[in-house]
C-alpha cells in the first residue's frame, strides 16, 4: 500500500474517535466520514507500519444508517463525528465501544446493560469557543488549533448562537484585540458560555490575556439585548499563560452575580466558571439515577471522590447516613458547601484536596465507608486511590462512573486484582453525536 493509492473498501468497524475501518491486504486502513456498511472509494493519505488513513472519496453503496447531514460544520470542526449516521447506529455503536474495551481491557466479558439515550439535539449547557485573529467565533478543527467559524451548533441552544454574535459585534466595534497563540500577544482568548437548564440563568464569562475588561458595560448592554433577564452573571477570566489550559484561576464579575444556580436531581446547585457540571442536563439526571440505583444509598456512610460541585453526592444525601465529598479545585469545594447548605444538607462533608491526599486522610481518621463513589477525569484512578479505597475504606460497593471505557477497563483490572469483582455496568450517553460515552460501574467486595 501506498500514500496515494485508491481502493474499494467495505467499511467493517468504527475507532474510538469515530473513524470507519477498513482493510487493504489485512492492514487497517481509518476513513472519517464512512459508517459502518458503507462500500466506499478511498484514497490513501499516510501509510504507518501497521495502519493506514485514507480520505473518503465517493460511496459506492452506502451503509442503511447512513442519513443526511444537517450542518455545515460537520466534516471541518473537531466536535460530531457521527451527523453522518442515525442515533440508534451511534448509540449501538458506543455500547459496543465500551463492552469490547471492558472485554478487551478489563478481562470480563460481560455484556452491559442497554444504553441510555437522549434527544441528541441541542443538549448542551456549556460551550466554550476560541476565536479567529479577525474575530470569529467558532470551534478548533480536528486535532488542530485552526478555527472552524460557526453560526450556530446544533448541539448547543440557539441563545449561545445569539450570544457568540453579540460578542463578535462588540469586539469589532470597540476594535477588541483576539489573542494570538502563536505570539501570546492580544486580548479576547475565549468566549465561554453556560446556562441553567431548569433556572434558565445564563453566565457569560469572556477568557482574557490581561486584568481589565475594556468597554465592558457596552458589552453587557449588548448581551442584555438578546439574554433580557436570564443574563444573571458576566465574568472575566484571566489566563495570561503561555498555555493550551482554557480556563486561569482568578475570575472577575462584571455584571450580577458571581455564579449562576441550577436544579440537578431536586438539589439547587450553584455553578461559578471553574466548577465541573455535567453538560447534558437530562441525561445527567439519567446518570446520577443509574449511581444511586447501584450505591443504593439509604443509611449508608458514602465518600465521594472527585466531586466537583457535590452534584453526585448530594444527589443521595437526603437518604445517606453521610456524605463526604472530595475534590481537588477550590472554587468547585466552595460551591459544593454551598450548595449543601442552600438545600438545608447538613450530612455533608466536603474537602479540598487530590483524591490521594483525602483518602489518606480519610483512611488515618478511622473513616468507614459503605460505598465509594468515583467520578475521575478522563486519565481515569491512580493505583495509589484503588488500593487506598479497597484496602483502607474496605466499602461494600464501589460505583465508579467514567468518561473514558478505556481506562475505566483498565482501573476495573486493578480493582479486581483488589478484591472487587465488576457486578454490572451501563453506557449513558451524554455526548449524542460525538466519539464519547460515560458508563457507570458498579463493583462489590468479594
Not at 207 to 234: Q, T
Not at 295 to 302: E, R, T, Y
Not at 313 to 335: F, H, Q, T
Not at 338 to 365: M, P, S, V, W, Y
Request: hydrophobic share 35%; aromatic share 8%.
Amino acid at each position: 500500500m501506498q500514500k496515494n493509492e485508491e481502493y474499494i473498501l467495505d467499511i467493517v468497524g468504527v475507532t474510538a474517535e469515530g473513524s470507519g475501518v477498513g482493510r487493504v491486504d489485512g492492514m487497517a486502513v481509518f476513513v472519517p466520514l464512512t459508517a459502518i456498511g458503507d462500500r466506499a472509494k478511498v484514497k490513501i493519505l499516510k501509510v504507518k507500519k501497521t495502519f493506514a488513513y485514507g480520505k473518503l472519496l465517493s460511496l459506492v453503496k452506502p451503509s442503511k444508517d447512513r442519513i443526511q447531514n444537517d450542518c455545515p460544520c460537520f466534516n471541518q470542526c473537531g466536535g460530531c463525528v457521527y451527523r453522518h449516521i442515525s442515533y440508534g447506529a451511534e448509540s449501538q455503536i458506543k455500547e459496543n465501544k465500551v463492552y469490547e474495551n471492558i472485554k478487551r481491557i478489563g478481562g470480563v466479558d460481560m455484556p452491559p446493560m442497554p444504553i441510555v439515550t437522549c434527544n441528541p439535539e441541542r443538549y448542551r449547557n456549556k460551550a466554550q469557543y476560541p476565536l479567529s485573529l479577525d474575530g470569529k467565533v467558532g470551534f478548533y478543527a480536528f486535532h488542530s488549533h485552526r478555527i472552524i467559524p460557526c453560526e450556530d451548533c446544533f448541539l448547543e441552544p440557539q441563545i449561545f448562537s445569539n450570544i457568540t454574535k453579540c460578542v463578535e459585534k462588540w469586539a469589532k466595534e470597540f476594535d477588541i484585540s483576539i489573542y494570538d497563540e502563536n505570539t501570546n500577544k492580544g486580548s479576547l482568548r475565549h468566549v465561554y458560555i453556560r446556562k441553567a437548564e431548569k433556572t434558565g440563568e445564563i453566565m457569560v464569562c469572556l477568557v482574557i490575556n490581561g486584568e481589565i475588561l475594556p468597554e465592558s458595560d457596552a458589552l453587557v448592554d449588548l448581551l442584555l439585548s438578546v439574554c433580557g433577564d436570564s443574563l444573571k452573571s458576566v465574568v472575566i477570566n484571566i489566563n495570561k499563560k503561555d498555555t493550551n489550559v482554557i480556563l486561569g484561576e482568578k475570575c472577575k464579575t462584571v455584571y450580577g452575580g458571581d455564579c449562576i444556580t441550577d436544579i440537578l436531581c431536586g438539589v439547587k446547585i450553584r455553578l461559578s466558571p471553574l466548577s465541573f457540571y455535567q453538560v447534558n442536563h437530562a441525561m445527567a439526571e439519567k446518570l446520577y439515577g443509574k449511581a444511586a440505583e447501584y450505591a443504593k444509598p439509604q443509611g449508608k456512610n458514602i465518600i465521594d471522590l472527585y466531586c466537583g460541585a457535590g452534584t453526585i453526592g448530594l444527589s443521595m444525601a437526603k437518604e445517606a447516613n453521610s456524605i463526604i465529598g472530595v475534590e481537588i479545585v477550590p472554587e468547585a469545594i466552595e460551591d459544593a458547601k454551598h450548595n449543601a447548605k442552600i438545600n438545608g444538607i447538613e450530612n455533608a462533608r466536603f474537602i479540598c484536596a487530590d483524591a490521594t491526599t483525602a483518602a489518606k486522610q480519610l483512611a488515618k481518621e478511622g473513616i468507614a465507608a459503605d460505598t465509594v463513589i468515583v467520578d475521575p477525569p478522563r486519565k481515569g484512578c491512580s493505583e495509589e486511590v484503588i488500593e487506598t479505597i479497597a484496602h483502607a475504606f474496605k466499602p461494600e460497593s464501589v460505583v465508579y462512573v467514567s468518561c473514558d471505557s478505556a481506562t475505566l477497563a483498565r482501573d476495573i483490572k486493578i480493582f479486581s486484582q483488589n478484591g472487587y469483582k465488576l457486578k454490572e455496568y451501563t453506557p449513558c450517553d451524554l455526548f449524542p453525536r460525538t466519539s464519547h460515552v460515560e458508563t457507570v460501574v458498579l463493583l462489590c467486595k468479594g
